[in-house]
């Protein structure tokens, strides 16, 4: 059974920092491409980063690249999203997803972002 667990949420004031961290199980994680993705409270689903297997590229969404990093280790099932720079928009719940943010996700782990 896949079971993904966030990690790393906080309140942080803007322009602060956290580390997000996703332990992964239940599949062979170096396989398969990892993602992140947040909802605001009633907004929708937003893709965040994409971290893929075999050729090892990462993907950003325009509203967090050059400020968000996402990696992996894959000796420890675990994938990373580094949030630098924070602002109150970035307030909102993360998760983390098996291939897609059409795939298995995780419970989830809120960032709050206020002054």
């Known amino acids: 059974e896949v079971h993904l667990v966030e990690s790393g949420g906080g309140s942080v004031q803007p322009g602060g920092s956290l580390t997000l961290s996703c332990l992964a199980s239940g599949f062979p994680f170096s396989e398969h491409d990892m993602v992140w993705a947040r909802q605001a409270p009633g907004k929708e689903l937003e893709w965040l980063s994409t971290?893929?297997?075999?050729?090892?590229?990462?993907f950003y969404a325009n509203s967090v690249k050059g400020r968000f990093t996402i990696s992996r280790d894959n000796a420890k099932n675990t994938v990373y999203l580094q949030l630098n720079s924070l602002k109150i928009e970035d307030t909102a719940m993360y998760y983390c997803?098996?291939?897609?943010?059409?795939?298995?996700r995780g419970q989830g782990t809120q960032v709050t972002v206020s002054s």
């Open positions: 997803f098996k291939d897609s943010i059409h795939g298995t």
């Open positions: 971290f893929t297997t075999g050729d090892s590229r990462t």
